[in-house]
């Protein structure tokens, strides 16, 4: 049975909001290329952007393997992204993470999810990026095989996970 993996987002729970060299204030990100750099974000296609994405944190004390974003970029723990070594329908990317001093927190990886159906091990169940996705039941096992638990999980038939 599936499950669907999204970051905590509790009052204790470590949020962290883009804060990317060159962002505007407001309105969309939009590189000279043409191309939208919060989407190449989103998709983990950050080879070519002239920065490291930036997350900083707003909210909670408790870093968990899976930081809430209030968006569809995912970050995701060293030890989360070492669990799923060998699974397909993911990549990973370099961020920085710096906690609300300014301090570098490090550990932390950028998360995309690139599979579009269960017959990945990650994919996600809404066909495109989302603060959430699902994973197979091997996933689950290897997460809680290294010790992953910092993360929302529910299984996709609604029973509790």
């Known amino acids: 049975m599936p499950y ?3 970051a905590s987002s509790g009052a204790k729970d470590v949020w962290v909001f ?3 060299p060159g962002m ?3 309105g969309p990100f939009v ?3 043409g191309r939208d750099a919060y989407q190449l974000i989103r998709d983990g296609r950050t080879t070519d952007l002239p920065f490291v994405p ?3 944190q707003t909210h909670g004390r408790r870093w968990g393997d899976l930081l809430w ?3 569809q970029t ?4 060293q030890l989360f992204v070492d669990a ?3 699974f397909s329908g993911w990549h990973d990317f370099d961020v920085e993470v710096l906690d609300r001093h300014g301090r570098r927190r490090e550990g932390y990886r950028g998360f995309a999810v690139d599979g579009t159906g269960s017959e990945s091990d990650v994919w996600n169940y809404t066909g495109g990026q989302n603060s959430w996705f699902a994973v197979s039941d091997a996933v689950i096992e290897a997460l809680r095989g290294r010790g992953v638990t910092e993360a929302s999980l529910t299984r996709m038939d609604g029973a509790p996970g």
């Open 24 to 26: 505007p204030e407001l």
């Open 74 to 77: 995912k970050i995701a723990s």
């Open 84 to 86: 799923l070594e060998g």
């Open 69 to 71: 974003t209030t968006e």
């Open 4 to 6: 669907k993996l999204v």
């Open 54 to 56: 930036r997350f900083v």
């Open 18 to 20: 883009a804060h990317h």
């Open 31 to 33: 590189l000279p290329d």
